[in-house]
């Protein structure tokens, strides 16, 4: 079992900026892919942003450029650096890992709120 904690959203203006956090624990040896998905109102689940063992990084079209992925290996974290923020990311942002199985969890979701 992975064990998955974000933080960090919040209500920003559009055109700032906010870093979501990550924090996994439990069953770390056999991950290899850490991920960022999101949840807009009346909208599927879509991927954002994910990072592999390899470090390996793939990130969505909708938001090149914008936002980062990082991984702090050292405290078992996982960052999404959202910059120039745009209303139509308003969403439920979900921190996702995937071990070998392969077995997917999930976090709990922080909102993320822009106002234009």
């Known amino acids: 079992q992975v064990q998955l904690v974000e933080s960090g959203g919040g209500m920003v203006q559009a055109g700032g900026s906010l870093r979501l956090s990550c924090v996994y624990s439990?069953?770390?040896?056999?991950?290899?892919?850490w991920g960022w998905y999101r949840q807009a109102p009346g909208k599927g689940r879509e991927f954002v942003a994910s990072t592999t063992s390899g470090d390996g990084e793939n990130v969505a079209d909708a938001v090149k450029g914008r936002f980062a992925i990082s991984r702090d290996r050292t405290k078992s974290t996982l960052y999404l650096q959202m910059n120039s923020l745009k209303p139509e990311d308003t969403a439920i942002y979900y921190c996702?890992?995937?071990?070998?199985?392969?077995?997917?969890?999930w976090g709990q979701g922080t909102q993320v709120t822009v106002s234009s």
């Open positions: 996702s890992t995937v071990s070998y199985g392969p077995k997917q969890y």
């Open positions: 439990g069953r770390l040896f056999d991950i290899f892919n």
